[in-house]
Structures are given as structure tokens and as C-alpha cells.
């Protein structure tokens, strides 16, 4: 991310993104203002902090204070001039926040907050389901399991958008890229499926399009 933002910020006036206030104290209603054009508007890095007057690697490092709830940012983050975002899709930067509180056992109700949505927003049945996983499974085992789950019984215990989430940062952060290229799967990914569809089963009491009666 370093190398990135140092790219795209000789792009710009070297004063536009470059401060003597960069690292000084953030007030409330500018951390507000930060988070509204991260989430809403979905600004980049460095035009986040032209409108901040910050460099870079300061708006870098204070996202990562909430999303990664260094110091407990998140837990006791409280807005104070936000709009909702009740009702509207989920971007890839509220999913990249929900998904970093199910890793960590955040509890999301302070996702919701920080993203301006009702907890029944960010807590679907989809992140349910992929949350009960993680108690008895890695998350590249997962994967690998509701991909067997769809070619095997034709049935989809989570989203494609769910999947393709999971999927995506296995490979990009978890190292398993390898594993999901193969089309090889271990006899313990098709037992973790049976157990997963056998739940589903067992919570939703019908089986599945492609299990047999």
C-alpha cells in the first residue's frame, strides 16, 4: 500500500499532499468527515487527504486505527454528523470493515455504527453462516468446502457475492491461492461439507436441491 500511495501521490502538487499539521491530533468531526469520504463517497487515499490537508500515510494510519480497532477505535467510535447509509448496497470497503470484525470476533453492531446501517444490515444470514463455519474451520477450508457443497449438490449455502469475498482475500491475504487452483479436494474438505450441509439441514429442515431423500 506504501509503494501505491507514493505512486499515485507524484500525481498531485507535492504541497497538496504533503502538511506540517499531518500528524497532529484528529478533532471528532474530522475523523466524521474522513470516514464519510472513505465509506460514502469511496474517495482514494491521497484525495482524502488533499481534502485534509494530511499526507497519505496519516489517513492510512488512522483507517487503520478503526478498521483494525487499534486502541479499541472501533468499539467507542461515535458518530457525530454522519448520514446514513441505511438501504444502500454494501461497498468493498464495508465488506473489507465486516469481515476484519468476524476475523478479529468483533461484535458487528459496532460495524453497523461505524458504517451508518442497521446491524440486521451487516449481519445477514450469509456472514451467520460464515461466521458458525469459522468456529470449526479455517477459512481457506471453507471455501474449498462451499465450492464442493455447489459443484457436488448443485446448492449454494452462501452468495456468490459471499463467496467470491471469502474467496478473494484467501487468496490475496491467506496464502491460498495454490490450494484453490486445484481441483483436487481432501477427503476432510468433503467431510467439513457433508457436516455444513447436514446443518443446513438439519436448522432449515429440507434438504437440498442435489442431496438425495
Request: a positive charge; glycine letters at 6%; aromatic letters at 8%.
Amino acid at each position: 500500500m506504501a509503494n501505491k500511495l507514493h505512486t499515485v501521490s507524484k500525481l498531485l502538487p507535492e504541497e497538496s499532499v504533503r502538511n506540517p499539521k499531518a500528524g497532529e491530533i484528529w478533532k471528532r468531526s474530522e475523523v466524521d468527515k474522513m470516514l464519510t469520504h472513505y465509506y460514502d463517497e469511496e474517495m482514494s487515499i491521497v484525495r482524502i487527504a488533499v481534502k485534509h490537508g494530511r499526507d497519505p500515510y496519516a489517513i492510512e494510519k488512522k483507517l487503520d486505527e478503526y478498521v483494525y480497532n487499534e486502541r479499541n477505535r472501533l468499539v467507542n467510535y461515535r458518530p457525530l454528523n454522519r448520514l446514513s447509509r441505511i438501504g444502500k448496497p454494501l461497498n468493498k470497503r464495508e465488506k473489507k470493515l465486516i469481515r476484519t470484525c468476524i476475523k478479529q470476533g468483533i461484535n458487528l453492531e459496532h460495524a453497523a455504527r461505524m458504517l451508518m446501517r442497521k446491524v440486521s444490515e451487516v449481519s445477514t444470514e450469509d456472514i451467520k453462516h460464515v461466521l458458525e463455519g469459522k468456529h470449526v474451520a479455517a477459512t481457506l477450508d471453507l471455501v474449498m468446502a462451499y465450492r464442493h457443497i455447489y459443484h457436488n449438490y448443485k446448492f449454494k449455502i452462501i452468495s456468490n457475492d459471499t463467496y467470491d469475498d471469502l474467496k478473494g482475500e484467501e487468496e490475496e491475504f491467506g496464502g491460498g491461492a495454490r490450494a484453490l487452483a486445484s481441483k483436487e479436494c481432501p477427503p476432510y474438505i468433503k467431510t467439513l461439507a457433508l457436516y455444513l450441509v447436514e446443518k443446513y439441514e438439519w436448522e432449515h429442515g429440507s434438504k437440498p436441491p442435489g442431496r438425495k431423500k
